[in-house]
């Protein structure tokens, strides 16, 4: 499955932004997906993840409160609400996929994802 993430940008520190993955090549509702985020020299973190039909979410304690998972599966779409934002949020933001065929199932460790997009820069002024 090949991932699209938009929807970066500046925003003040207490504001909000909407992150969009698009996939496109399978369909979506196949596979977990999440969330993650890097800033250089630093490793990619989780964020947060979602099951494939959207009803197990899991955050980062970081992020709980603040930002929210979700997912159309009938736009083959996931997003990421964040809320509140932090300069400390500030990271390139990238979404992720990994096939599974258990509804139920949901992913923190990066190693567990196979597809990743490209990549979406988020500033957060102070």
């Known amino acids: 499955v090949q991932l699209q993430a938009s929807g970066g940008g500046l925003v003040q520190a207490g504001g909000s932004l909407r992150l969009s993955c698009a996939a496109s090549g399978r369909t979506l509702s196949n596979y977990v997906m999440g969330w993650f985020r890097q800033v250089p020299g630093k490793e990619r973190e989780f964020v947060a993840t979602?099951?494939?039909?959207?009803?197990?979410?899991d955050y980062a304690d970081s992020v709980k409160g603040r930002f929210t998972i979700s997912r159309d599966n009938a736009k083959n779409t996931v997003y990421l609400q964040m809320g509140s934002l932090k300069p400390e949020d500030t990271a390139v933001y990238y979404c992720a996929a990994a096939w599974r065929t258990h509804s139920n199932v949901v992913l923190a460790a990066t190693e567990s994802y196979d597809s990743w997009g490209q990549g979406t820069l988020v500033t957060v002024s102070s």
């Open positions: 979602i099951s494939r039909k959207g009803v197990y979410k």
